[in-house]
């Protein structure tokens, strides 16, 4: 098996660096990257590997790639083409996300294999019908890899020394994005790793490939990627493999730039059979989650900041300081450059779920999320956002979910449509009129109108004139689900960014 990939980062001197990644399994050297007609661009240099073995049959290289010219690469007997990188602005941007299976959980197994392998990646459609009209911009909002990051895991007598079995609930802040699991709002003191030493099923390269490299083979080498962090790649989860095969941190970004790595997940001193009695692993002391700044992709006129909030409490304020400290170095871009920005943040700002998975909102049948971005951002902007802020891109609700607000707010959306089992609609929908808008009054200090859909998709948006955009969700089988016009929403309106089909 071998892949290879164009992805965006930020250099040290704020411009976008394009990098070529290899991920090639039972090699032990790097490839060179060539143009098309053969001759040697440059040659990769390998990533560092993360510790414990679980990546050891696969080797990840990268090297910088070039702007507007086409780069080659040969690995394991594969001549794979790669896409080019344009400085102008993005003409046509696929957004997907949390696109992994799920496989035999205990509640609403999913087939990773056969039939669902296609239902679970509903895009190779999309690069179908893109032939003719390629993105020249793919991105991912997060949550790669699901079968490889359970909800608990039991840790052996061999790990701990105990005379039983320890199962534990794997550290995931509180996550609330899957609305059949039972609400876990308390974050709790302890912090279980499923890489921590000893674990039953440390983060592996087998769960990546099968997860996301397969099945997005095709759309891999369609166009450049931004990669975004989800919850399911924070340290305690597939963190490892996230650091090693798709974060953008690389010292290929300049002075003072390098790869991240989670840092140790089993507390300093814990013996592998010899565990302290009353378990509390870094209780008191910051979660050894790796969070990351901001990361501002100046794409010509348009602006695409990647935000990590992987570790932002959905129902439950947590790590607040450091989110009103990353929000404040948004805050900081968005007034040094007034080019039409988009946000793209895993876990939703304005997420509209299931009651009990969200703060209550009075009376109201439903809930919201995620309540430490929106603290933040009242801290942060108490005058609002600033309207060259013109969308706000998240996952991590297995649902299409599309807010307009009544004021100058940015709109949403949410496209956790990508594979991943899905969830029901909320605000649950009129049912003599089920297209229409749900009026949701008091949305964090604003007027909403939400529509939403419970079906697999991908999002193609345009880029408009003055920071205008439109875009349309597509279907498994390249229906069109729902179209967008960022110019709808406003105050009197009483319109969503989204109609739906
Ligand atoms: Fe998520």
Known sequence: MAFAFVLLGEGSDGQPVPMV????????????????????????APRQRPDGGQFDQVMVCEARYPVGQPGNVQIAGLSIDLPVVARDTPRRIVLLGDSGCRGQAERKPQSCVGDGYDRMWPFG??????????????????DYNYRGTPRSIVLPRSATGYAQDLRVNVFDTGDLDDEDDEPRIPIGPAYWSQNMQGSPIPDNWANWRDDFFIPSSRLLVAAPWILNRG?????????????????????????????????????????????????MPFAGQPFPTEPKP???????????????????????????????????????????????????THRPIWGVVKKDHGVAAGDAPYGFINITQQVALATVFPNGLPPHLTAVIAGHMHRFQATGFGGRRPPQLVVGTGGMELSHVQPVPSPDDPKRPIRVPDFAGATGYVVGLSDFGAMVMRVGERGAWTSALFGTTGETLATCDSTWPGQGSGRSVCELR
Do not use: K
Request: charged share 15%; glycine share 10%.
């Open 21 to 44: 990644r290899t991920v090639v399994e039972g090699d032990t050297s790097c490839p060179v990257l060539r143009d098309r007609a053969g001759a040697t661009l440059s040659a990769l």
């Open 125 to 142: 459609t999309i690069s179908m019908e893109g032939a003719h009209d390629q993105p020249d911009l793919i991105v991912h909002v997060g």
């Open 294 to 344: 901001p990361m501002r992709l100046r794409l010509g006129g348009l602006n695409i900041i990647a935000f990590d909030s992987s570790d932002a409490g959905d129902a439950a304020i947590y790590a607040l300081d450091h989110y009103v400290a990353q929000y404040r170095s948004v805050a900081a871009m968005l007034a040094e450059d007034t080019t039409p920005t988009w946000i793209v």
């Open 231 to 279: 919850n399911h790649e924070l340290c305690s989860r597939a963190g490892p493999g996230w650091f090693y095969l798709l974060d953008a941190g690389s010292p290929l970004l300049g002075p003072g730039r390098r790869q991240n790595a989670c840092p140790p997940q089993t507390p300093a001193g814990w013996q592998p059979g010899a565990w302290p009695s009353s378990p």
